[in-house]
């Protein structure tokens, strides 16, 4: 079994790209430390918890060898949320519309671990993670040649834009590796000036206490009070930092039905939204990605939204 044979085996399970990187404990891991001690996690809790697993994959592997690393596009065919001018429109990040991705992705990499065990003539040890494991998987990403760490903190791939979600197989094989990503960046600035709550601090470097995504989605409590204006419209995770990147002008889309935007999400507006019921959205959030913010959190962005939308209105007369 050749890296070759497990890449053309990854793209008959559904990803769209697939690399692989030595199980080393690459500069940029060191990173994380210096980031958390910055305060950048905000109450991420389980990321201080997991830092020192997070240092080196061969931590949660010791004989790990190799990380094959995948990359599964997300894009579907909607407008972006910068250019949509009504502000009563609620804005969902589009890594949310469809299936969860932590059962897709991770289906679809447990299909091609068992191929891999089938193949190989001698047992080896293996983890499959997809976000939920305490993996840096966009430091793996850039190794294993998927795409460079953009400015904005996400990989991107030349062809594929940005639009995907990684996964990852951390194994004891010894595979063929690939090239690292260059950085194709250059001079451009576009996403740190687009972020309306300036979350990016410097080129690669995210203040997640400031970005609406974690307010949005993983801070608990109230939002505090100064970042409620520049949330705008944005009901669950922001992709304004994505949408405004070059590299995702051409960004190929996807026609996987796992992807496509749920009829709840759908364009929909903010009164609408809040005037679902708790078992309706329960509903629709059900084998969602959205569930990590429950039905309460959910009402807790759209009250922020409708503020802001009101005090537009009333600004426009
Ligand atoms: C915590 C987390 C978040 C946090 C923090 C995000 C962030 N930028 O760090 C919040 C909640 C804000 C978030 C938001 C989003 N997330 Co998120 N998130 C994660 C998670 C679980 C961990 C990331 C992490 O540890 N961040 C901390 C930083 C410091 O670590 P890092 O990402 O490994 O970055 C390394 C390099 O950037 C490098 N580095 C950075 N700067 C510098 C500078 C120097 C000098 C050096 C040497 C190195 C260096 O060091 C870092 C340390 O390892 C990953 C899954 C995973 N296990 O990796 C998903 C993940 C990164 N998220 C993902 C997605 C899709 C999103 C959103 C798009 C969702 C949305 N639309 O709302 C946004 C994007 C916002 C953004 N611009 O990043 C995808 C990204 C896919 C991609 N193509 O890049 C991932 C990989 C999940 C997945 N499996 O697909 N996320
Ligand atoms: S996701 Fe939104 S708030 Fe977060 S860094 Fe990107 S543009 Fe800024
Ligand atoms: S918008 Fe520009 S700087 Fe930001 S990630 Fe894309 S290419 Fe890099």
Sequence with gaps: MTSADIKSHARAVGFDACGIAPAAAHPELSFFREWLG??????????????????????????ARSVIVTATVYHT???????CADRGRAQIARY???????????????????????????????????D???????????????GWIGKNTCVINPT???????????????????APSLDQCGSCTLCIEACPTQA???PGVLDSTRCISYL?????GEIPSEHHEHIGSHVYGCDVCQEVCPWNAVAPHSHDPAWQPRPAWDAVDL?????????????AMRGSAMRRAKAQGLRRNVAVALSNAEASVEADT
């Design 38 to 63: 910055r305060g950048y996690a905000g109450d991420m809790a389980y990321l201080h918890r997991s830092a020192d697993r997070r240092a080196d994959v061969r931590n949660i592997l010791p004989g």
């Design 96 to 130: 949310a519309w469809g299936d969860d991705y932590h059962d897709v992705v991770g289906g679809r990499l447990e299909r091609l671990l068992d191929w891999m065990r089938a193949q190989s003539p001698e047992p080896f040890d293996a983890r499959a993670y997809v």
């Design 160 to 178: 594929l834009g940005s639009w995907t979600f990684l996964g990852v197989v951390v194994c004891s094989l010894t595979l063929e590796t690939d």
């Design 200 to 202: 990016i601090v410097a």
């Design 77 to 83: 065919d909607r407008p972006y949320s910068i250019e």
């Design 216 to 220: 949005t989605i993983e801070h608990r």
């Design 271 to 283: 009164l609408t939204l809040a005037r679902r019921g708790d078992d309706e959205l329960a509903a």
């Design 132 to 146: 939920t494991g305490p993996v840096q998987e966009r430091v793996y990403a850039q190794h294993a040649g998927i």
